[in-house]
């Protein structure tokens, strides 16, 4: 009986966890980048609902490591937004503090909630979107995440 009570108050009092953290989970910047098996340029070419959520796909626009496909397509649960974050081109250095990101990091998540606009460029670490640097928006070649990417391997 008292398991019950327990079950019915955890119910009640609707509680989120997480079960199983998103690939990536925790990794800071460096761990990120050594541990992708590929990291791509991507640009959001469809939005479809999908269910309770939104199924974005990208097409690559270049690899920076390992082999990719020409599309990726990646869910989630918000649909487009206008604009994304870029941190002023990842100069500012909010950015650069351990475990941050321009999305989202809901309480009760098993990763962050990254969400894309179109006519703007990604920096995705497909695999690893647990990860809250994996998703960044890069506005141009010059942008210092990126470059701390590409020197980093």
Known sequence: MKYL???????CLNVEACYKPKNGFGMNKD???NSAKEIVIVELINVAKQGVGFEYTFKTISIIKGVSEHKIKFYSNFPPVTKTEDF??????RFWKTDVGRSWFP???CGPVHYFSFGEQYLLFPGLFGASASGENVSSKYDRWLSYVKKSL
């Open 5 to 11: 009570v327990l079950v019915i108050g955890l119910i």
């Open 31 to 33: 761990t990120l980048i």
């Open 107 to 109: 309480q009760g998540a």
């Open 88 to 93: 002023n081109g990842h100069t500012d250095n």
